[in-house]
């Protein structure tokens, strides 16, 4: 088996490993309308920042992460941060093309500690009013989850990407980033 890692991914123009809900309110429209310049006439990661879809895209981020946080909260998790930092377990060819091959960070799942990292099965926001959702995961569940899903946590994330699918990752300590976002 291969190390396992998470990875986050990000659009060149962005500051890196921050997080809009981190931000007052004033402080994230600001953003979303500088950011809202880089949507082009294909759909890009930038449209969710247009002055008609982020009203509902942040309101919909800031419910996400109440959920997020309490469920964490509820598992044992000690986040240091009521927003979390967004990666992927493993890679995601859709998340980098989506992102237009921008910039990437890894971080080896074994340098963090489980008490500060929490998982989703698929992208938690568009799960989080599907009646599909799947309950937040702790490492212990998650890894649990896969191997009665399958014999090898390799080859069950590859198949996931090969389904343009993924392991959503809510890390809730920023330390872990500085030693690898260079």
């Known amino acids: 088996m291969n190390p396992l890692y ?7 123009r962005c500051s890196p490993l921050d997080s809009l809900t981190r931000l007052s309110t004033e402080e994230a429209y600001s ?5 809202s310049q880089f949507a082009g006439p294909s759909f890009t ?7 008609g879809d982020f009203d509902g895209y942040y309101q919909k981020r800031l419910r996400t992460e109440e959920w997020l946080y309490s469920s964490f909260i509820q598992l044992g998790g000690q986040p240091r941060h009521a927003h979390p ?12 093309a989506w992102f237009e091959n921008g910039l990437t960070t890894r971080i080896p799942l074994s340098d963090i ?5 929490s998982f989703t099965y698929g992208d938690s926001m568009s799960k989080l009013d599907s ?3 799947m309950e937040l995961f702790n490492l212990e569940s998650l890894l649990h989850f896969i191997t009665e899903t399958s014999a090898d946590i390799n080859a069950f994330l590859e198949e996931l990407n090969q389904q343009n699918k993924y392991i959503e990752v809510q890390l809730w300590n ?3 980033v500085a030693a690898y976002n260079r």
């Open 85 to 96: 930092l967004y990666f992927v377990l493993g890679e995601s060819t859709y998340l980098k």
């Open 131 to 133: 009646p599909d959702r």
């Open 174 to 176: 920023d330390d872990y």
């Open 6 to 12: 998470i990875t986050n991914y990000r659009d060149r």
């Open 45 to 51: 990661s930038f449209s969710r920042f247009s002055s």
């Open 113 to 117: 500690d489980p008490a500060h990292i």
């Open 31 to 35: 953003l979303a309308k500088r950011l």
